[in-house]
C-alpha cells in the first residue's frame, strides 16, 4: 500500500450500519411466503404419495430446514392411470409480501418409479441449467440448490421407502423462461428458466438477506469465470450506464449492488478479485465518500458539510459554499456545481475520495476506480479515469 494522498482530505472512519428487517415501518406485519424450493418438495411430495396410494392429493404437509411443519394446499393431481408409473402435482408460490417473481408460480412435480433406489432429481420446463462455474452446483445440472434438493428427498422419504425403492423426480415451472428474464440468472449462467431457491424455505418479505447473498454470489460467479475486475453499481441505470462505459468486459463483471457495497468488496477480496469499479450518481458516492458501505436511506444521510468541503476544495466561491451546506439533496448540489461550471472538478473531488475509502475498506487489496454518471444514467460526468468523462452515451 502507498500512503495517504495528500490531496485528500484526512480518512474518515468507515461504517457498514445493518439494514432494518424491513425497508419501512408498516402499521401491520408483513405477510412471509414460501420459497420455491419449499414449493417444489411439497408438489413432489403430493405426486409421490399420489403414486404411492393411487389417490390424488388434496394437501400435504412438508417439513422446513428449521423443522417446522406446514400445509400447503395442492392445486392439481394426477395420475398416470394407463401405466400407474407416473404421478403429477402442483403447488402454487406464495410469496407473502416479497415482491418476488415467482409469485404465483406453478412449481410442477412429476414423480415416476424408477429401478435404482434412492432419488434422481431434475429440472424440467421452466427450470434454469447451470452452464458456469461459481454457483455451488455442477455445470449441466439444474438450478435446484442443495437446501431444496434435501428438502424433496426428505418429503418424498416420507411417504415411499428410499431403501427399497427408486424415484426420479423432475421439477417444472410453466412460465419460468419468461420469470426468468427479470432476474439476473442468464448473467450467472442460469440459462432457460428460474432457479429452484431457498435455505430456511421462508422468504422473508422485502428480504435484505437474499439481496446481499445474491450479490455476493454474483461477485463470487464472476470470480469464478478467472475474471479479476467486479463493476458494482448502484441500480439499473447506473449498470447499463457502467456496460456502456465497460464494453470490453463481459456481462458477468457487472454486479447491481444496490446498498450493499460493503458485501460486494469483501466478496471480492475473498474471491481474488483485484479491481473494482463503482459506478453511481451523486446521492450514493457521497455516501460513500463519507466512509457509509451500507447506504440504505434509513441507515445513512447524505452529508452536506462533506459536500460544502468538497465544493471550497474545487474553487467554489463562499456564496456557493454556502449554497451547497444548506442544498435539500445531493442532487441539489450536483445542479448547484453544475450551474457554477463546477460539475467537473467537484465530481471528480467527489470520485477521489469514493476509489479511497473503497481502497481502505478492502485495506489496499483492490485497486478502487469510480465514476459518477448523470442523473439519467446517460452520461459520465466525473471520473478518477479522465478518458471516462464524457462517455457512456
Avoid at 456545481?337 to 471528480?348: F, I, K, N, Q, V
Wanted: net charge neutral; with cysteine.
Amino acid at each position: 500500500m502507498t500512503g495517504p494522498d495528500p490531496a485528500l482530505p484526512p480518512p474518515v472512519p468507515l461504517r457498514e450500519p445493518d439494514l432494518p428487517r424491513t425497508a419501512k415501518v408498516r402499521p401491520v406485519a408483513l405477510r412471509t411466503g414460501w420459497t420455491t424450493g419449499t414449493c417444489a418438495a411439497a408438489a413432489a411430495k403430493a405426486a409421490s404419495a399420489a403414486l404411492f396410494s393411487g389417490t390424488a392429493q388434496r394437501e400435504v404437509t412438508v417439513a422446513l430446514p428449521s423443522g417446522q411443519r406446514v400445509t400447503f394446499p395442492v392445486e392439481r393431481c394426477e395420475l398416470d392411470v394407463d401405466a400407474g408409473r407416473s404421478a403429477e402435482a402442483v403447488v402454487v408460490k406464495d410469496a407473502g409480501d416479497d415482491p418476488d417473481v415467482t409469485h404465483g408460480a406453478h412449481l410442477t412435480a412429476t414423480v415416476s418409479w424408477r429401478t435404482p433406489t434412492g432419488v434422481d432429481i431434475d429440472g424440467g420446463s421452466g427450470v434454469g441449467v447451470v452452464t458456469k462455474p461459481g454457483l455451488g452446483l455442477t455445470v449441466g445440472q439444474a438450478a435446484i440448490n442443495p437446501v431444496p434438493r434435501s428438502m424433496i428427498i426428505q418429503s418424498v422419504g416420507e411417504v415411499i421407502d428410499l431403501y427399497t425403492s427408486g424415484l426420479r423426480v423432475v421439477i417444472s415451472v410453466p412460465d419460468g423462461e419468461r420469470m426468468a428474464r427479470r432476474t439476473t440468472n442468464a448473467r450467472l449462467g442460469i440459462l432457460g428458466g428460474i432457479s429452484i431457491l431457498g435455505t430456511t424455505g421462508i422468504v422473508r418479505p422485502f428480504s435484505t438477506a437474499s439481496w446481499r447473498a445474491s450479490v455476493e454470489q454474483a461477485v463470487a460467479v464472476a470470480a469464478a469465470q478467472g475474471l479479476r475486475t467486479v463493476v458494482l453499481a448502484t441500480g439499473g441505470r447506473t449498470e447499463s450506464a457502467a456496460i456502456r462505459l465497460l464494453p470490453a468486459l463481459p456481462e458477468v463483471c457487472f454486479v447491481e449492488v444496490g446498498d450493499f457495497t460493503g458485501a460486494a468488496l469483501r466478496r471480492a477480496v475473498e474471491v481474488g478479485m483485484t479491481d473494482v469499479v463503482f459506478v453511481g450518481m451523486a446521492g450514493k458516492l457521497t455516501k460513500l465518500a463519507a466512509g457509509i458501505l451500507m447506504t440504505h436511506y434509513t441507515r445513512s444521510k447524505v452529508s452536506p458539510d462533506l459536500l460544502a468541503g468538497i465544493t471550497t476544495d474545487a474553487g467554489g466561491g463562499p456564496d456557493l459554499v454556502a449554497a451547497v451546506a444548506t442544498a435539500n439533496t445531493a442532487r441539489h448540489t450536483y445542479e448547484l456545481w453544475d450551474c457554477a461550471g463546477l460539475l467537473r472538478t467537484a465530481g471528480d473531488l467527489l470520485c477521489a475520495r469514493v476509489a479511497e475509502v473503497l481502497a481502505r475498506f478492502t485495506d489496499g487489496r483492490l485497486r478502487a476506480r469510480v465514476a459518477m454518471v448523470d442523473f439519467t444514467g446517460t452520461s459520465c460526468v466525473a471520473a478518477t479515469e479522465p478518458a471516462w468523462v464524457g462517455l457512456c452515451a
